[in-house]
């Protein structure tokens, strides 16, 4: 499981974006994510495309919601995540 | 959780929506055509050969390869309901869909009994095996929720719709002896309220929170709304008295002052051009729709009725449907390079943003003119002009869309 305390590296707040531009900017992001690094992506609705992307391309990912009803994404490289226990 | 899951892996290959698109406009076209060569007859009546043969072109045309095309689409990502092979299916419902569309328009201008009944038939057998389908695919989905509720309901009344337009082709033509009049509501109703109307709220259930970024529609709402409204049918149908209809006016009318409530709470301050349409659609609803109302009290100027045919009929669902375009075809395009491509370009370059202005102004114009045509039919001229351009304009905006997907692609398939 991955920590959920831990200060994410990059943060990718997508509420006030328009499909796929939320998608268009965390894949850019995890192109720019450092080795071990931990994306949050904020977004107002569960991006099902993102989650097929994510795992065929080895990354990993912690879903969780909101009190205003938005999602808390938080994504790392799969191989990291075993680490962590 | 706030708005229902899209299973974007169960989407149909590209070419199984993009015909449907891709074809609508040219229906759209020959309804400006005829509005331009034909105002002094399309806009007196709502019977005219010519007013039958334009509302037809638009409806059973435009209106249905689009909702057709966009259900191939919707039921496996959106309700779960595969249809079965798709790239198979697609090729009598499209086929035989479009090409009894233009039959039965071509029947009703040319008040021609046998091209009426071909179109018809054409028409009916391709719905027939759509509706077939879709219905043994919604029927397995185990998905639940009122995107699926509204899906089946919708799929019930489009069937309805066309059984009764068949029997109505058939009697115009001599083929049955019943009084075509006497089904004309409840055939209106079905394919607008009934098909029309379910269908759009079944997607906007989806698509008006993922797109304009609103609040979703309350749960009290989206679960009752479908339901009510065709039980409003069903008393309307049931009942002989043109009153019993209110009902399911008064529902419509509720869903649209329901949707630019959520759109006025948007969470984006800007606004776009699918926006901007769906606006005016729901506008357009409240307006037609109070017409409407004047013509089920009693109201017999045919000028009314033209009038609230134009508002609902263009003003509404082709506004809905060009802003609905603007948002699917780049968006499905986008879905299907993104794991193939590691460049793919950003959707908003994919369309031309200073030409869909000049679309909405065009599409605009045409409406207001369509609208006063209903008054003074010479105006009916500029519409079928401003029409035309704007079917054209959206099919050239669609094809730039297209034709930037197939140069991404290209890319991949050159030596390196």
Known sequence: MMSPTRTPDLVVDA????????????????????????????????PAPLYDMLVNNGYTYEVKTRDDGAFDILIRQADQAHGDG | MATAELSFEQAPPLSVPLRFFYGAPIFLFLAALLMMFRFDQVFVSRWTP???????????????QVMLGALFQLMPVAAGANLWRPHWLVWPVHVGSFAGALGLAWGFYASHGAWLAAGGVLLTLAVLVFMLASALALLRTPARGPTVSALRLAVLWL???VAIGLSMAAARGGYLGLEPL??????????????????????????VPMFQLTPAY?????????????????????????????????MVMGFAVMTLDRQRRRRRAKTDLTLSLWRQ???????????????????????????????????????????????IVPFILWLFLQPRLSQVPPMTRMLNQPLMRWHWWVHSGGLVMAGLAAFWSPMGLGAGVAIGAASLLLLAQLMRVGRHAQRALATLSQPS
Request: proline share 6%.
């Open chain 1, 15 to 46: 509420r006030a974006m328009l499909p796929p531009e939320p998608l268009e900017r965390t894949l850019e992001a995890l192109d720019a994510l450092p080795e071990g690094g931990t994306l949050l992506l904020i977004i107002p609705r569960q």
């Open chain 2, 50 to 64: 010519q007013t039958l043969a334009l509302t037809h072109l638009v409806t059973a045309g435009f209106m249905l």
């Open chain 2, 159 to 161: 069937g309805v719709t």
């Open chain 2, 182 to 207: 006497q089904w004309s509501q409840l055939h209106v109703a079905g394919g607008l309220v009934g098909w029309g109307g379910l269908l759009v709220a079944a997607t906007a259930y989806l698509v």
């Open chain 2, 218 to 250: 309350p749960a009290w709402f989206s679960r009752a709304f479908a339901w009510a409204l065709a039980g409003a049918l069903v008393l309307g149908a049931a009942a002989t008295h043109p009153l019993a209809w209110i009902p399911a006016v008064v």
């Open chain 2, 281 to 327: 659609a729901m506008s357009c609803v409240l307006l037609g729709g109070g017409l409407s109302l004047l013509v089920l009290l009693g109201e017999n100027d045919p000028r009314i009725s033209v009038a609230a045919g134009v508002l609902v009929l263009y003003g509404a669902f082709v506004s809905l449907i060009a802003g609905m375009l603007y948002k």
